[in-house]
Structure formats: structure tokens, C-alpha cells
């Protein structure tokens, strides 16, 4: 998430043009993507909490060798590095979840995860900027690493590996690619993937140039748009738990389309209602509240579409079509903010949240029982 603040640091630094510095955004997410994909089965068989172990480890390594970043090829080569981190990462954390609690508890769990991410965001990215105007854009990335040292730490002396069965099945990439084909032909999952896909391209083509307008249009300063990040952290942190733990009551599917419905709406009024720098806090304290409302309920409600020793790789598939989705967004991002400024990016993003909303409404089915209860 640091990306999109830093770009034009970034762009200044090693005379990246404005058009192509989406593909930074790209390339870290083709690289989960990937990575996901590959690393699902191998954790549904060796279990999630050593992938996550691993994963943390190499992506604390990746982000220090930003340090070494001269030029676009090197920072470009560290972001897929990174990438590959995330991408070990990303799937697993959720099929945790889905391994370590029962079904009526896992719209809270996802939200207290949510809620980390959030205030990572909180302090996170106001230090990255902060950081990155003092030393170079290369200080946020080693800062990160040492805090992923101290994630890998915590993992490893306090994560317990959950009580499910894991599969013992020969992993090959023909076996793996068969599953994924199998998932895929499910109606649940394949609405689910192109849920995913969708979500993560329309906030790519809207935030990327976020930052990139706000000090184009309005003049906005570094500290002023990490206050703006403060307030959407402020929002993850009280909207993502609250959320969960109420679709733990209700049902997930309306909220999920109630919250798309209102971030569609958000998105398209963006360029109007910003019109001077303070209305971009409490208008991004909604919009990132309408965010966390909608990603806690539906990872809980994917979580049911499979069984526990498959949980791993679909988890990891949608993650990998979700990266796909914001690395593509990532890369009209720029296109289209030099062609039709942000408003087109606007105009975009609200037009596929939007569709997100339909897919949810009428093509995803909410399980009639609080089933597939596994370790509390």
C-alpha cells in the first residue's frame, strides 16, 4: 500500500514516467498471483503455518534488498521479489481462518485480521511517507523488513498449527493445475473468482493515482495525504471487526452488497466532492469503511465453498485472480488518468464495484446452516 503514496517520489528519484508507474503496482501483484497459486497446495499439505513462517521470512529479506534499487528494471525486478513474498503470504492467512475457526466465528476473526491491516495503515503508511520525503523512497522498504523480522518472530514461537487434516497427495504443477480447473467449474467458485478479480482491479484503477491527483488538483502535501491514510485506518480498524462479528448474526451476503453498493457510489462522486484537501478525510474515513465492510463477511463466506484440505489452494486461487485483477488495474491506471484524468479512473472502479455487487446479489448462495465447524 505504500506504492501509490510514494510514486511520484519514486517517479522523481529514477525518472520513471508518470505513465508507466502503475506497472510497479503490476508487477508485486502478477508476482502474488503467481506465487499463490503455487503455494496453495504445498500448504494444504504441509500445513498453513509453516508457509506462513515462510513466507514472512522471505518477504522481510525481499523488502531489505530494496535498499539496491538504481533504477525502474531494479526496483521493478524487487517489487516481483516482493511479490513473491506476498504471494506465500496472501492465501494462506485467510485459509487459516477458515482451518482454526468455525464457520459462525469467522466474519470476527477476518475482521480482527482486517483490523491489523488497518492499523498498519494507521501507523504504516504516514511513517513510509514521512520516511521516504526524509531518506529516499527506499527508507519505507527497509523499515518494513525489520518489521516483518519481528512478524517471523512472532509466528514462529506463538501461530499453533490448527487440528485439521491435511492432504497427502503427491504435489506436482499438473496436479495442482487440474484442481484449480476442477474448483473452477463450480458455480460458487468461479463467482467467486471473478468477485475477487473484480474487486482488487477496481481499487487498483482508483487508489494507484489517488495520491498522484490530490497534489496534482489540490496541491495536497505528503502530510496532508497520510492524515487522509490515518482516517481510512481509523475507519478499517472500528468498520472490519464490527462487520465480521455482525454478519456472524445476519448472514454475509447483504451486508457484502449493501457495503459495494455504497463504495460504488463513493467512487463515482470522487472528483466532486473533493474539492479542497480537508474533504478527502472524512470522505476516505466512508470509503475505506465501505471496504472493510465488504472483504470481512465475504472471505468468511468463501471459506464454506470447500472443504478444509482444499481450503489452502482455493483460498490461494482467488488470491492469484485477485492479484491478476490489480496488477491489470495497475496498468490502465496511467493510461487512463493521462488520457481522461482521474475522473475516467473514477468513472471505472465504481463501474466494475458495481458489478461486484450484482455477482454477490444474485450468483453467490449463503449457507443455510453454521456448518464446517473446525478447531475454536
Known amino acids: 500500500m505504500i506504492i501509490s503514496p510514494i510514486l511520484p517520489e519514486i517517479g522523481r528519484a529514477l525518472n520513471i514516467a508518470e505513465s508507466i508507474q502503475g506497472t510497479l503496482v503490476t508487477a508485486y501483484a502478477v508476482a502474488v498471483g503467481i506465487f499463490a497459486l503455487l503455494i496453495g497446495p504445498v500448504s494444504d499439505r504441509i500445513g498453513r503455518r509453516k508457509v506462513l513462517i515462510m513466507g514472512t521470512g522471505f518477504m522481510a529479506i525481499s523488502l531489505a534488498l530494496h535498499a539496491f534499487a538504481t533504477n525502474y528494471a531494479s526496483l521493478l525486478a524487487l517489487r516481483c521479489l516482493a511479490g513473491i513474498g506476498g504471494g506465500i503470504l496472501s492465501g494462506s492467512t485467510v485459509a487459516y481462518v477458515g482451518d482454526y475457526f468455525s464457520y459462525n466465528k469467522r466474519g470476527w476473526a477476518n475482521g480482527w485480521i482486517m483490523s491489523g491491516l488497518a492499523f498498519g495503515q494507521i501507523i504504516g503508511i504516514p511513517a513510509g511517507i514521512f520516511f521516504a520525503g526524509l531518506y529516499g523512497f527506499r527508507a519505507p522498504f527497509m523499515i518494513f523488513s525489520v518489521v516483518c523480522v519481528f512478524s517471523f518472530v512472532l509466528l ?24 484449480y480447473r476442477i474448483m473452477l467449474m463450480k458455480k460458487e467458485i468461479a463467482i467467486s473468482a471473478s468477485v475477487y478479480f473484480l474487486m482488487f482491479f477496481s481499487l487498483s484503477v482508483f487508489f494507484v493515482y489517488l495520491p498522484t491527483w490530490l497534489k496534482g ?55 466532486f466532492i473533493i474539492d479542497q484537501v480537508w474533504i478527502a478525510y472524512p470522505y476516505f474515513l ?39 485483477g490489480y496488477g491489470l488495474g495497475g496498468t490502465i491506471s496511467g493510461p487512463a488518468y493521462v488520457m481522461g484524468g482521474f475522473l475516467l479512473n473514477t468513472v471505472l472502479a465504481a463501474v466494475f464495484v458495481a458489478l461486484t455487487a450484482i455477482l454477490v446479489k444474485y450468483y453467490l448462495t449463503e449457507p443455510e446452516r453454521l456448518q464446517q465447524a473446525t478447531v475454536e
Open 156 to 179: 514462529l514461537f506463538y501461530l499453533p498449527q490448527p487440528k485439521v487434516s491435511l492432504s497427502k497427495k503427491r504435489i506436482t504443477i499438473l496436479t495442482a493445475l487440474k484442481k
Open 217 to 271: 488538483s489540490l496541491d495536497a502535501t505528503d502530510n496532508q495525504i497520510s492524515l487522509m491514510f490515518m482516517f481510512g485506518g481509523v475507519a478499517n480498524v472500528i468498520a472490519g471487526p464490527n462487520a465480521g462479528k455482525l454478519s456472524d448474526r445476519i448472514g454475509r451476503r447483504n451486508i457484502i452488497v449493501l457495503a459495494n453498493s455504497g463504495l460504488a457510489l463513493l467512487i463515482l462522486s470522487t472528483t
Open 286 to 324: 466512508f470509503l475505506m469503511s465501505c471496504i472493510a465492510t465488504r472483504i470481512s463477511p465475504f472471505q468468511a463466506l468463501i471459506t464454506t465453498y470447500v472443504s478444509a484440505k482444499r481450503r489452502g489452494s482455493f483460498l490461494s486461487l482467488l488470491v492469484a485472480i485477485g492479484q491478476v
